[in-house]
């Protein structure tokens, strides 16, 4: 797995290249968590993550929690297959997820 970062401030984007798996999410752990100090606003790009497993999703749900006690963190550009992968652990309820651009919303009209 790629860790692409790019700081602007007190906002840090990171966009994860490949497989977060349960050994590159020790690595993405740690180079996160160093990473973190004065960050407000945390961007997880997805665009080229390819697959998560558990321990990536636990890396996730921690980095929301710290994030959620010193500013804010979201996730963009979710793939499909990463996106079925966080809706069926139900962590697409628990992580701030950017809406997808495309996806329709359901009007129900009287």
Do not use: C
């Amino acid at each position: 797995m790629e860790i692409k970062k790019i700081s602007d401030g007190s906002k840090l984007t990171v966009a994860l290249v490949g497989r977060l798996d349960a050994v590159t999410a020790i690595q993405f752990d740690k180079d996160l968590s160093k990473s973190l100090d004065g960050v407000k606003d945390l961007v997880i790009d997805l665009a080229e993550l390819d697959y998560i497993a558990s321990a990536g999703l636990r890396i996730l749900l921690k980095m929301q929690k710290r994030m959620n006690n010193q500013g804010n963190m979201y996730i963009k550009n979710v793939k499909r297959e990463v996106r079925e992968v966080l809706d069926m652990t139900g962590f697409s309820r628990l992580l701030s997820m950017e809406e997808e651009p495309n996806k329709k919303k359901l009007v129900i009209g009287f």
